[in-house]
């Protein structure tokens, strides 16, 4: 791990919504449960899990725009102190910024030059603005359009441009890459990887571990709503470098590694089992995965299995 | 103790709302002679004592009439209700079913039926059959059903769409089938909350469409009639004539409103969460 | 631009067979009734004294005999031409009626029809702004009392605080009774006017207000509201770069569908404060089976509304980019 000073540290996080049960019952839905990120400067961590793990909801937490009825637990820390709604407020858009998935998040009435100033139209902004589109080689003209009239290729480039109006520190990328073609994520990818290197915290979040590999420092894996592993990218090098069942899972679900697969879903939030929630697909499940299991320290990694080693 | 949450609210609703039904109907019917009684020795008494709603120029209970005219126009609500919602449960089911020239006739009529105000058009129908019950019902129930057939024709269109529908299709099962089986159970649901929030609807319709002369002769105290007369007598101050038949209307529509729309939002499936 | 003009074309002939089946429905519903517009009228005992040849000459003009088809096109030839016929009840040419009572209606409806949409808009704005919050329920309370009440009966209610109670507004009618149509002022006419047009604006903005907040809450939950949060907009921005102009293109829409409603309840209001509307003048020709009155009124109606949506489609088509620099929609 890097000597560099840790920007965001996320400690033993949960969400859960309430919800309705059968009949006249609400319960609390536990979205979210014993979650750990850390990030430092100039450092990629990528979130990796399949769809329905909870990721999205991770990117929500950190800017504090959860939906009223999600309750939180667990320590949010940025940059040292604890992240509270008011610091939140504050830092959201300028120095934490979030790259969403495509341009169904930019309002489709408004012009795409305005729409990445927030409206405002003074002439920083606009310098600023300008100076952001030159280095992503888009014409200015393409300030003048309106969300739907730009091009598959100007798409990501104006997404990305919208995190460069504030000072990023930490930038958010949530899925920013679906159903795109592997030229097309490379370079995507690399404006992130770029903004890491300028020294800001990447997080980014994906259901993708190919890409993830390829330009993220480390990888935090995602299950059921739960961080079962943090790994060094190099430990994606060999199998029994990994620590946890599920990462070697999806480590030999890599094209390269011959496309197996394990049988059986992720659990929904509701039937979640007790203790591990990767037990049941598991075959070095024993009782005490049952139990309470702590997040441990691991061959320079961490792991949420008392059988890693 | 546990906290009132929505389920059980709609529930309480629904319940109060059928029973209020149920009371003002037998009351009506019960009160429906004695609603006619006049006796001028009671005659213009202002609310208070025996006649909580207070008597008219005649002499009548007015409590009595109201209640027997509520009872009224709550049955012609339902009627039209129901007729209006099966209407719309059909056309709707066939815009949806029948191919793109049904599709188009229909979605036309629709334009068509919300392109004249719906006063004028109860007054056109209302004229149609003569004046009198059948043209009140018959107007009410051709001019509440276009809504709903839109919501029941997009449904299903969805459904259509829904794979388990088209594995059906493959399988050979027979249009009829799939409609029957698979699509009513999926239909019911909105059938229900659309004839539930059209009720109310149907009943203002009814009393102002009575309100202004046309349909039932004046010896049957709808709510509209009563409250037509009562103008007459506004100016000498007999507000009580007025205010509470209409009140009680206002609460009748209230109630299914609400108990319509919650029911509404609890079987949307986006409203799990509130 | 090509695209827009085909699009406004497509909708103008839409419109006018709109109105023309409109004609065709209302013209088969008072032909099928079991009425007879000249035995009510002209009645029973008038027919035994006039002549013969008068009798025939009426009957003529009536198309008695004749097939309805060819009744209706008839009548939808002249009404074409500008002749909508002669009011059985008034006895003058019906354009020139409902050209007088249009007048009157016009002022009531127009006042109703923009302070409805002012006030409706701002109020579903700040009700959507905050799902579940005091401001919305308030708003949502009073908008769904509203929408229950009928139109007549809120009518009634006014009329009793403020005309009886109170003694500050006249009863109704649109002029003072017994002063001559020369002495009466515009003080007069505006206050004749108030309590219609409260009435008709109160109810006309419960039903603005409920949409207008449901597109609210729809936009306060979309992405891109989502998004410009996530850049730290505040509810202020977010209002005022996305809310605003999101909400306008339906709020528009909304404000011209909205031009039935005010119709319908102006038939109610005028009716109950003895205005004489166009509404009133629907009334009394439906109860006084003056079919060529009745028939004028509802084709005029029916080319108020769908002009209303005809303009809403066409201003649509200016305001959303989509459209304008030829997007998706058609």
Known sequence: MTDKKIILDIRNFSVSFEQYDKGFSRTGLPVIRNLDVTIHEGEMVAVVGSSGSGKSLLAHEILGILPYNATMGGELLYDGEILTKERQKALRGNEIVLVPQSTAFLDPLMKIGPQIRKGKKDRASREKLNEIFQGYHLKEEVQNLYPFELSGGMNRRVLVSTALMGNPRLVIADEPTPGLHM???????????ELADRGAGVLLITHDLEQALEVADRVVVFYAGTTVEDADVSDFGSEEMLRHPYSRALFRALPQNGFQFIKGTQPYVKELPEGCPFGPRCEQCIEACKGEIPYREVRGGRVRCICAK | MRRINGRMMTAALLGAAVLFLFVITVAGHMYAEEALVTDFSRKDLSPGGAYIFGTDWLGRDMFIRTLTGLSMSIQIGILAACVSSVLALILGVLAATMGKTADALITWVIDLVMGIPHILLLILISYAFGKGFKGVVVGVALTHWTSLARVIRGEVLQLKEALY???AQKLGMSQL???WKHMLPHLFPQFLVGLILTFPHAILHEASITFLGF??????????????????YLAMGRWWLALFPGLLLVFTVVLFDVAGESLRKLLDPGSTHK | MKEYFVFIGKHTIRMLLLVFFVSAAAFTLVSVSPIDPLQANVGQAAMGSMSQEQIAKLQAYWGVGEPPLHRFFSWAGDFFRGDMGVSLLYRQPVSRVIGVKLVNSLWLMAIAWLLSGMIGFVLGILAGLKEGSFVDRL????????????AFWLALVLLMIFAVWLKVLPIGLSVPIGVETGAVTVMDRIRHAIL???TLSITGIANITLHTRE??????????????RARGESTWSIVKNHALRNVALPAMTLQFASISEIFGGSVLVEQTFSYPGLGQAAVTAGLGSDVPLLLGITVISALFVFGGNLIANILYGVIDPRIRRGGART
């Open chain 1, 183 to 193: 030229d097309m994520v490379r370079r995507v990818m690399s404006h992130f990887r």
């Open chain 2, 165 to 167: 529908i088209r594995a």
């Open chain 2, 177 to 179: 089938k799939i409609a």
């Open chain 2, 215 to 232: 349909g039932l002769p004046p010896e049957q105290p709808a709510i509209g009639i009563i409250l037509s007369e009562s103008m007459k």
């Open chain 3, 139 to 150: 708003v949502k309370g009073y908008s769904l009392l509203i929408a229950s009440t009928p």
């Open chain 3, 196 to 198: 219609p047009a409260a």
């Open chain 3, 215 to 228: 597109k609210m809450i729809e936009i306060m939950e979309s992405d891109y509201v989502l998004f410009a």
